[in-house]
């Protein structure tokens, strides 16, 4: 029974020094690798941003400088990511917070509406808001913020860090989120004009795809989209042929209802393959 007792007391060593920080055997934690972060406005829109120094955490506020409206603009997700709604009358007004997984999250303050219900799941440079001025702010603009494990990290845009300037028109950024690639397109053929969105339903109109020939980039399984010849839940990333004003054109969706050669809830190119998923 000692010898048994000897070898448990060496066991449960072995495991302490194995566990316990500072140790030879201390197990390290390797913080995840970060998500390849875009600009949370859209495609070829170009945004001051300036950070305040007063601010807890390492947040940037966007303005924007194209010379379109700041106010309404779309504030898109940066990252892949579950979105989640939150109000704060007295600070960050409306906003949303997407987790990317890994401890990974980003946060978008001040927004004027929310443009995906409490627990989505969105997709990068969908459309999850709009820009505005609510909570504790003096104008539109977006407050953004990418957080590891609850701690504010300074702020990366397609890998490479972004300086920290003290008031805006000192540094400019041009989004590249939503504008997709030129080699993930497939072809379709559409029997009708339709209208594209924010999101894969239809409660945000951006915009007009005509009767035609396009290219898209992917689908999404969305909300169930009705017609006369059937019905999808499939909706088709692309790029709009007219845009409303305000909206944005760029990685809009649309049913693919009218690709209806391929019967209910097929989406495939005129080649008839499987169209990948975004």
């Given amino acids: 029974m000692r010898s048994l007792r000897i070898a448990l007391l060496a066991l449960g060593a072995l495991i302490a020094s194995m566990l316990l920080p500072g140790t030879a055997g201390a197990a390290t934690v390797t913080p995840a690798a970060a998500p390849v972060f875009k600009a949370p406005f859209a495609c070829g829109q170009t945004w001051t941003y300036s950070h305040h120094s007063a601010e807890v955490r390492r947040a940037l506020d966007f303005v924007r400088t194209d010379g379109g409206p700041t106010a309404g603009a779309p504030v898109l997700a940066s990252a892949a990511g579950t979105a989640t709604r939150h109000s704060q009358a007295g600070g960050a007004g409306n906003y949303i917070v997407i987790d990317h997984g890994g401890g990974w999250r980003t946060y978008y303050f001040h927004l004027a509406a929310f443009s995906v219900p409490s627990g989505a799941r969105v997709a990068q440079g969908q459309q999850i808001g709009t820009t505005g001025s609510t909570g504790n702010s003096s104008g539109a603009h977006i407050h953004y913020e990418q957080l590891l494990n609850g701690v504010g990290q300074n702020i990366r845009i397609n890998g490479t860090a972004l300086p920290y300037p003290g ?112």
């Avoid at 993930?184 to 945000?204: H, I, K, L």
């Avoid at 396009?214 to 010849?229: F, I, L, P, Q, S």
């Avoid at 839940?233 to 944005?248: E, I, S, V």
Wanted: charged share 15%; hydrophobic share 25%.
């Fill in 167 to 278: 008031s805006y028109h000192q540094r400019y950024l041009t989004s590249d989120n939503g504008c997709g690639g030129g080699a993930g397109r497939y072809w379709v053929d559409t029997f009708a004009q339709t209208e594209g969105y924010a999101a894969p339903n239809t409660a945000s109109p951006q915009g007009v795809l005509l009767q035609g020939t396009h290219y898209v980039y992917c689908k999404v399984w969305g909300a169930r989209y009705e017609g006369v010849y059937g019905h999808n839940h499939w909706w088709l990333r692309t790029d709009l042929d007219r845009t409303y004003p305000g909206g944005n054109g760029r990685g809009a969706y649309v049913p693919a209802y009218y690709l209806s050669r391929w019967g209910n809830d097929e989406a495939r190119d005129n080649s008839g393959n499987v169209i990948p998923d975004c």
